[in-house]
C-alpha cells in the first residue's frame, strides 16, 4: 500500500486548497479551485493508494458520472498526477448531516 499523504494534500499547479471538508477510511474531500477551469469544485483524494481503494474509486467514479439528478452531486473527473488520484465534483456548500 503506497503513502499518498491524501490527508495533508497542500494542493499542485492544478488545485488549490482551500479547505479540508471531510474524511472517511478511505478518501478525503478539500474545497478547491480548480486553475484550469476557473472553478471552485469537491476534490476528493485517496488517502491510501492501494488496488482495492482504487478500484473503488474508480467504480464509483463510473457509476456516478453518468447520473444528472437535482438530488446527486455531479462528478466531472477522474484525474491521476504523479502518485495522486482524484475526483472533481460539484462543491454543494450548506451545512453537514448532524447540524442539520
Known sequence: MEETGA???AGNARFKV???LGAGSMCVVY???DTQHGDVVALKTLRHLDAG???RLKQEFRAL?????PNLVSFY???CEQSYWFVT???VCGTDFLTW
Do not use: A
Request: no cysteine; charged share 30%; hydrophobic share 40%.
Open 31 to 33: 474545497s478547491v479551485r
Open 77 to 79: 473527473e477522474l484525474v
Open 7 to 9: 490527508d495533508s494534500f
Open 89 to 91: 465534483m460539484e462543491l
Open 18 to 20: 482551500l479547505e479540508k
Open 53 to 55: 481503494s482504487l478500484y
Open 65 to 69: 458520472s453518468t447520473f444528472d439528478h
